[in-house]
């Protein structure tokens, strides 16, 4: 069975500060994870994915996750917050179910973004 | 854009009442995924597709249904529909329907029944 548990469900950061969205998992397998972001009324959209190759992966706009086996974790990351980053925010972990696959997705952390 | 189309965008019906959602997946997806998203259960996995049969099961109630046709577009039957049920519906695809693989997801269908 998998598990993704996200740490924070609301992160407020005044723009131009670092973002820091925190996600822990657990699984039986070696995990794929990935990071989705919701904007407001809108799809969810891939950020990044890790699937067992190089430990720290950059995504789209900026961010960036790192694979930490040893803490089991899968933190979110980006430099530089702009205003246009505050939406929802979700950590997934994929493994195999039944014959298939089975995406568990986490509650989810809210972006704030301030001037 | 994802290159996942999800059919209607809104649909409001009443108690009781079915609906279809309808879902095109992206070119050259084989697999594709259902989801439900509402306040309370967060991101619930339905079902799931590949190439026309069902690979994997979820949180799905026995008054849903989904199917894969031959042109990989897939449907969600919702039946005896309860105020419970209204949420957003999304659909995704992928490639192949592995782990290691990403899933696109649609715009989703926002269900509201009164």
């Known amino acids: 069975a998998q598990s993704v548990t996200q740490l924070d469900s609301h992160v407020s950061v005044s723009e131009g500060t670092p973002v820091l969205l925190r996600c822990n998992y657990s699984?039986?397998?070696?995990?794929?994870l990935f990071w989705y972001v919701q904007h407001p009324n809108k799809g969810l959209q891939l950020l990044l994915k890790y699937t067992s190759a190089a430990t720290l992966v950059k995504g789209i706009n900026g961010f960036e996750a790192e694979f930490k086996k040893s803490e089991t974790s899968f933190h979110l990351t980006k430099p530089s917050a702009h205003m246009s980053d505050a939406a929802e925010y979700f950590c997934v972990v994929s493994a195999p179910t039944g014959g298939g696959n089975k995406l568990t997705f986490g509650t989810g952390t809210q972006l704030k973004v301030e001037l | 854009d994802s290159g996942v189309t999800q059919t209607p965008k809104h649909l409001i019906t009443a108690t009781g009442q079915r609906v279809t959602l309808r879902c095109s997946p992206r070119?050259?997806?084989?697999?594709v995924y259902w989801y439900q998203q509402s306040l309370d259960q967060g991101l619930q996995f339905l079902i799931q597709y590949y190439n026309g049969e069902e690979r994997a099961k979820g949180n799905i109630l026995e008054r849903f249904s989904a199917q894969q046709f031959p042109d990989l577009h897939s449907e969600l039957n919702l039946s005896s529909l309860e105020l419970g049920d209204s949420a957003l519906y999304f659909c995704?695809?992928?490639?192949?329907?592995?782990?290691?693989?990403?899933?696109?997801f649609g715009q989703g269908t926002r269900l509201t029944v009164v």
């Open positions: 995704a695809s992928s490639v192949v329907g592995t782990a290691n693989t990403e899933a696109f």
């Open positions: 070119s050259g997806d084989l697999s």
């Open positions: 699984s039986s397998y070696s995990p794929s």
